[in-house]
């Protein structure tokens, strides 16, 4: 079989999939500007809405990662992507905050129900280069994520929140062009590998300290993703190059994601944990005092340290408690990630109160919180040699579970 790029032609897809799913996962920022005033939203509601979609978006993977392994995977990778376009691309139809936060849980979940099994067929696919299969796969997503602003802001600015819709249809054509040609996909196996949440009762400590690491980066991450946008356009940026500027942040810190895993390889991961978090306060911080691109620069550097992190955490984890790969990668990923969004609609209602300048200014010292938790961690190599943590990839940008089943046999 000719494999384009030295991978199974199915990774091609799913990684094209990945795109499309992740960009139209990041509509919702980029429109705050015209939202708020549209649907007469406080920074707080803002924030809760952000909270719901991130629920349904992270945490549901959890649930649909154990059905994907009972059922019919491919079932999920087909309808999730078209779910996640359909649903999501009518956010500027929305007449009230309660549509607006059931389209955008739907539009989640549909994302989360694509992930886990993608994730893990690409996993499966990959044979001797599974670790270049998961970036190739991750960053796909990655892009979809970064660049998405680039086209959802402009055109609501040039054409109306109402003609949002019309989005759908060239993505739902490249998925009618894409999905059909995945193959059959057997279930992707059983989870009688592990042992579950209570095999991991003895590395509870560690695993506690790093989760609180991924919640608090988590939390920094997304109230400067979500706010952003608000801040520029109210200091006289159009929302188009609003959107350009979130972008330009976006994608900075998925290189940071890229290159984390390599430096973790040399030096530790708990040295870059430690390093990386601390690094990005001082750009954090001073980010929101400065304007226009100068902010951009500023923000991207902090989100570039801030995010190198993403591919360590799941490899990190694994070291510290060498069984049940999926519960900890599912830890570390999508539930972490969904509890980090619990708190951004209590950064909204900061916001509200003090000013959203300010209240970045307060989140940029978060990661200093995480830093601490992270120091009293174990370093060295524990428990049985880790996976690469370079390959790994920046798979926690996504939320995407492996699952360990994704190891038995091949397709």
Known sequence: MKQPLGLHPTVLLLAGTHFVVDGFSNIY???????????????????????????????????????????????????????????????????????????????????????????????????????????????????????????????AERYGLHWMPVLMLPALLLLAGVLPRLPPLPRLGDHGEGGGVRALRPYRRPLSLLYAVVVLRTLCGLSFATFMPVMLTRRGMSLGEAGTAVATYLFVSSV?????????????????????????????????????????????????????????????????????AATVSSLMMGFAWGTGGLSVPFVGMLADRIGIERTLIVMAFTPLAAAAFAAPLPGGQLGRTPPRASDVGHIETTGTDVAPSARTGAD
Do not use: E
């Open 29 to 155: 920022a980029p429109l705050l500007p015209l939202l708020i005033p549209h649907l007469h939203l406080s920074l707080a509601a803002a924030g809760t809405l952000q909270m719901c979609f991130q629920m349904a978006n992270s945490v549901a993977q959890l649930g649909f990662g154990h059905l994907a392994d009972r059922w019919r995977p491919r079932a999920l990778v087909i309808v999730g992507p078209v779910v996640t376009v359909a649903v999501l691309s009518l956010v500027g139809l929305a007449s009230t905050p309660l549509m607006l936060g059931g389209i955008l849980v739907a539009g989640g979940l549909g994302a989360a129900a694509f992930h886990p099994p993608a994730a893990a067929l690409v996993h499966r696919l990959g044979g001797p280069r599974q670790g270049y299969a998961m970036s190739f796969h991750i960053t796909g997503g990655s892009l979809g994520f970064s660049l998405g602003p680039l086209v959802f802001a402009p055109f």
């Open 256 to 324: 940071g994601g890229f290159l984390g895993g390599p430096l973790a390889d040399r030096w530790g991961a708990r040295t870059v944990i430690l390093w990386s978090l601390v690094l990005a306060v001082p750009f954090l911080a001073i980010a929101p005092t400065q304007s226009g691109w100068a902010f951009v620069a500023f923000v991207s550097v902090g989100g570039f340290l801030l995010q190198s992190t993403l591919p360590v955490n799941v490899t990190f984890g694994q070291m510290i408690a060498p069984i049940s």
